[in-house]
């Protein structure tokens, strides 16, 4: 089964922060993606990764920026917290499609508070 | 442009009561389907997918077939439990862009009363 751990179930920070969101994959897959959930706008896509320090902006990828220096690794970097992006996060991974369409695998979330 | 319309919710059953849950969606080409559930504080987890017309995915005794004539993929169960209380979410691939990335629903959320 594909494992995809997020490093914090719950995380408060204060605002100004520099907030890091961690995430491993133990698939070896090539795609990495960060969510964030609201309630009533659904799922939104952050960034994405289809390889090593590859990286792509998702559809809200303002105050956001990400890493991912190891295929297994993806992380999220909040610049200077700001009390709007209290949310859930979720990381997900996926292989490559070949064209066909593969679902993603997702971790279990990050519920995280700014204060 | 792709794009995947679910029902809204959210939607109240008895336990026992039969389920049905509308996805429609708009794609370029034939992609694979998927639904996805979430309990609550959790994450997504794939509930069932469909990789060609006419396929049925099954788990869990939820069902749902890829109508490519109606571009539907209908989650359905008999009968729900208390259990199944989470929210759905009908997903389908952007094959277009070859990245992995996939297209929500807004999902629905499900409640199933004793």
């Known amino acids: 089964d594909v494992k995809v751990t997020q490093s914090s179930r719950y995380l408060v920070k204060r605002t100004g922060e520099k907030v890091f969101l961690e995430c491993v994959q133990d698939?070896?897959?090539?795609?990495m993606f960060w969510y964030r959930q609201d309630p009533g706008l659904g799922l939104r896509l952050i960034y994405f990764?289809?390889?090593?320090?590859?990286?792509e902006k998702g559809d809200i990828p303002e105050g956001y920026s990400v890493s991912r220096e190891k295929k297994e690794r993806f992380s999220l970097i909040l610049e200077s917290a700001s009390t709007n992006q209290t949310s859930m996060y979720l990381c997900?991974?996926?292989?490559?499609?070949?064209?066909?369409?593969?679902?993603?695998?997702f971790g279990d979330g990050t519920r995280l508070s700014i204060l | 442009g792709d794009s995947v319309t679910q029902m809204e919710g959210p939607v109240t059953l008895s336990e026992e009561a039969f389920l049905t849950i509308n996805c429609t969606y708009t794609?370029?080409?034939?992609?694979?389907l998927f639904w996805y559930v979430q309990y609550p504080g959790e994450g997504l987890q794939l509930l069932l997918k469909?990789?060609?017309?006419?396929d049925k995915g099954s788990n869990k005794g939820f069902e749902a077939t890829y109508r490519k004539e109606t571009t539907s993929f209908h989650l359905e169960k008999g009968s729900v439990q208390v259990s199944d209380s989470a929210v759905y979410f009908c997903?389908?691939?952007?094959?277009?862009?070859?990245?992995?990335?996939?297209?929500f629903g807004q999902g629905t959320t499900l409640q199933v009363k004793p």
């Open positions: 990764s289809y390889d090593v320090k590859m990286k």
């Open positions: 469909a990789t060609k017309a006419d």
């Open positions: 698939m070896d897959h090539e795609n």
């Open positions: 997900a991974s996926s292989p490559w499609t070949g064209g066909v369409g593969q679902p993603q695998h």
């Open positions: 794609a370029t080409g034939y992609p694979s």
């Open positions: 997903a389908l691939p952007l094959l277009s862009s070859n990245t992995g990335k996939l297209i």
